[in-house]
């Protein structure tokens, strides 16, 4: 399985950014999407993920109410709408898939290259 992030960019605080992650390859086993954040000298931490159909959504306390996961499986493609960015969501957002929705990155078992978000104060 392949993924491929895009979406990322400069934008003031405030403003709107839409991410997206396509898979490809050997995707009937991919039951969980997710994103997650790598800031600035820090380690990578859990967004937001959905299951399959969206049956279930999980999102980070930080990120509850501005940011919106969404998922297209005709197109496996995976969205987040991220509203009200502050400063502090500045970092390398990386999608990721796997077999359950968690928070522990260490459940996913693939990753994209990630997609780099900057939001000025």
């Known amino acids: 399985v392949q993924l491929q992030a895009s979406g990322g960019g400069l934008v003031q605080a405030g403003g709107s950014l839409r991410l997206a992650c396509v898979a490809s390859g050997r995707t009937f086993n991919i039951y969980a999407r997710g994103w997650f954040c790598q800031a600035p000298g820090k380690g990578r931490e859990f967004v937001a993920a959905t299951s399959w159909s969206q049956g279930t959504t999980v999102y980070a306390d930080s990120v509850r109410g501005r940011f919106t996961i969404s998922r297209d499986d005709a197109k496996n493609t995976v969205y987040l709408q991220m509203n009200s960015l502050k400063p502090e969501d500045t970092g390398v957002y990386y999608c990721?898939?796997?077999?359950?929705?968690?928070?522990?990155?260490?459940?996913?078992?693939?990753w994209g290259q990630g997609t780099q978000v900057t939001v000025s104060s």
């Open positions: 990721a898939a796997g077999r359950l929705v968690k928070v522990d990155k260490s459940s996913y078992d693939y």
